[in-house]
T-cell receptor
Framework: SQKIEQNSEALNIQEGKTATLTCNYT??????LQWYRQDPGRGPVFLLL?????KEKRKERLKVTFDTTLKQSLFHITASQPADSATYLC???????????FGQGTTLQVKP | DSGVTQTPKHLITATGQRVTLRCSPR?????VYWYQQSLDQGLQFLIQ???????AKGNILERFSAQQFPDLHSELNLSSLELGDSALYFC????????????FGNGTRLTVT
């Protein structure tokens, strides 16, 4: 069955460093991959989308890579700030349906 | 503010009961999604509608049903409730489905006692 794996352990980093989160998947050939941020008690908020034919996407301090051979996406936050502390979810979708499947998320804690 | 409105915010009910969760999508969005989030399961896709028609289905229980109305709002009906149904239920909307980003509401927290 389709499986999406994100680091279940929280990631703790120092302010100013680059945070790197991993999303691996199996038994799936997604047409695109999305990253979301979720704060406690709130709905996820869309951050970035990358398509299967794209290797890298950037938006301000955020960068996403997508390697369909390794079946992996990396999500980077450069110059991290305490306000970046949240849970980050990756989600995979196919082109023929709107079904978007989410990973369990990785919690990032940025310490001042 | 995502523009997606979910009501009620909180719901406490007893086992065996039936509840209805309501979602108003963001203005202009045609597609509505329902997700269930519990601590041990993460965000689980339940069902998607596009312009009133069911588009995709996830692991939605037979006790659960949903619909999207002509004005595009959606309702999720949960019946014969069990303790394990306690969770956060999120509605999301997108412009047209496919690879469009999802805009989530802040959820309805359901507690079954």
């Amino acid at each position: 069955s389709q499986k999406i794996e994100q680091n279940s352990e929280a990631l703790n980093i120092q302010e100013g460093k680059t945070a790197t989160l991993t999303c691996n998947y199996t038994n799936y050939s997604p047409a695109y991959l999305q990253w979301y941020r979720q704060d406690p008690g709130r709905g996820p908020v869309f951050l970035l989308l990358i398509r299967e034919n794209e290797k890298e996407k950037r938006k301000e301090r955020l960068k996403v890579t997508f390697d369909t051979t390794l079946k992996q996406s990396l999500f980077h936050i450069t110059a991290s700030q305490p306000a970046d502390s949240a849970t980050y979810l990756c989600a995979l979708g196919s082109s023929n349906t709107g079904k978007l499947i989410f990973g369990q998320g990785t919690t990032l804690q940025v310490k001042p | 503010d995502s523009g997606v409105t979910q009501t009620p915010k909180h719901l406490i009910t007893a086992t065996g009961q039936r509840v209805t969760l309501r979602c108003s999508p963001r203005s202009g969005d045609l597609s509505v999604y329902w997700y269930q989030q519990s601590l041990d399961q993460g965000l689980q896709f339940l069902i998607q509608y596009y312009n009133g028609e069911e588009r995709a289905k996830g692991n939605i229980l037979e006790r659960f049903s949903a619909q999207q109305f002509p004005d595009l709002h959606s309702e999720l009906n949960l019946s014969s409730l069990e303790l394990g149904d306690s969770a956060l239920y999120f509605c999301a909307s997108s412009l047209k489905g496919g690879n469009s980003p999802l805009h989530f509401g802040n959820g309805t927290r359901l507690t079954v006692t």
